[in-house]
Nanobody
Framework: QVQLVESGGGLVQAGGSLRLSCAASGRTFYSYDMGWFRQTPGKEREFVAHISFSGTTTHYADSVSGRFTISTNSQKDMLYLQMNNLKPEDTAIYYC????????????????????WGKGTLVTVSS
C-alpha cells in the first residue's frame, strides 16, 4: 500500500520558519518527481514546489520562491519543505505528492492530477 504521510505543520508567527516532512512508503519513488501543493478553504489546490526524480532540478511557485526550499534524502523515502520568512498568506493545508511524469503543465493544472497524494498537514501563520 502506497502511503505519503506529511508532518511538521503547526502554528507559527509571521517571519518564522517551519520544516515539513513527507514519509513515503509502500513502493520506491526513485523514478518519481515529487512536490508540494497547498490548499485553503474555497480555493483550488495550488502548486508550491517540485523536485525532479534525480534531485537535480527544482521549481517553485513565484509566491514562495526565495523563501521555501524543497529537498529529498538519498533513498527518496523522505521529502522536505523548508519554509522561511512565513507570511499569513502561506496559511494552508500542505500536501505531499509524487508523480511518474516529468515536470510540466500537469503540475499547474486545476485541479492537479498527480499519481499519489498525502492527506496533508496544516500550516497556520499568524500576523
Amino acid at each position: 500500500q502506497v502511503q505519503l504521510v506529511e508532518s511538521g505543520g503547526g502554528l507559527v508567527q509571521a517571519g518564522g520558519s517551519l520544516r515539513l516532512s513527507c514519509a513515503a512508503s509502500g513502493r520506491t519513488f526513485y523514478s518519481y518527481d515529487m512536490g508540494w501543493f497547498r490548499q485553503t478553504p474555497g480555493k483550488e489546490r495550488e502548486f508550491v514546489a517540485h523536485i525532479s526524480f534525480s534531485g537535480t532540478t527544482t521549481h517553485y511557485a513565484d509566491s514562495v520562491s526565495g523563501r521555501f526550499t524543497i529537498s529529498t534524502n538519498s533513498q527518496k523515502d523522505m521529502l522536505y519543505l523548508q519554509m522561511n520568512n512565513l507570511k499569513p498568506e502561506d496559511t494552508a493545508i500542505y500536501y505531499c505528492t509524487a508523480d511518474k511524469g516529468l515536470y510540466g503543465r500537469k503540475w499547474h493544472e486545476t485541479p492537479p492530477t498527480m499519481d499519489y497524494w498525502g492527506k496533508g498537514t496544516l500550516v497556520t501563520v499568524s500576523s
